[in-house]
């Protein structure tokens, strides 16, 4: 806005300069290409902007996603050790999930975080066809009180991966809509990716807590 406010005063004062001395022909050409000038700079600052604050709240959104990612991956290890204590015989399933949170916690973009989050999805969700076979681990306190604490992050996970791709959208139209375009590319402003799922991962791992005990 103070940029807008210096133009504004500058052009004014010139304009009335001009009128002091008496425009000519000439000078009515230069203002109105200085006005034309005036109303770029400020349709590009704005533009410019809107594209900050529109990539701020792309970034605030996936930092949600980051924290109920974190928060699964919190909840593994003691998945892992408990699920161990009754199925050590499981030990292929188990390194699976082990080795998938490890890809998670080094992947650094979003696209290697979707990808590192999807290879997780799938483990987990061939452990928990595992346990299936294991009535006294569904019988476990502590393990129906982690798959209830896993179940309630993957549907907030569900829920913040809404939220980003619906703000990705919004963000990817204003950089490919023309003139917004031109500035886009020449301040460095990109397409951002959508946090994808695979169809198996959109089904919440779910543990049978029936009657086989």
Known sequence: MNLFRAWFVLVSRYIILMKK???????????????VLVLFVIYGVSSYNSLVSAEEDVDNKFSQIDNQLKRRSDLIPNLVETVKGYAKHEQEA?????????QLAGAKTPEDKADANQQLSGALNRLLVVVEKYPDLKANENFRSLMDSLEGTENRLAVARKDYNDEVAKYNKSVKRFP???????????????????????EVPKVDFGSDK
Do not use: C, M
């Not at 001395?21 to 006005?35: D, E, F, P, Q, V």
């Not at 699976?96 to 490890?102: G, L, P, Y």
């Not at 500035?183 to 198996?200: D, H, I, Q, R, W």
């Open 21 to 35: 001395r008496g425009s000519t022909l000439k000078n009515k050409g230069l203002i109105a290409t200085i006005i």
């Open 180 to 202: 917004k375009s031109i500035l886009a590319g020449t301040f460095g402003f990109e397409k951002k990716p959508y946090f994808e799922v695979t169809n198996e991962e959109k």
């Open 94 to 102: 188990i390194d699976s999930v082990t080795q998938a949170r490890a």
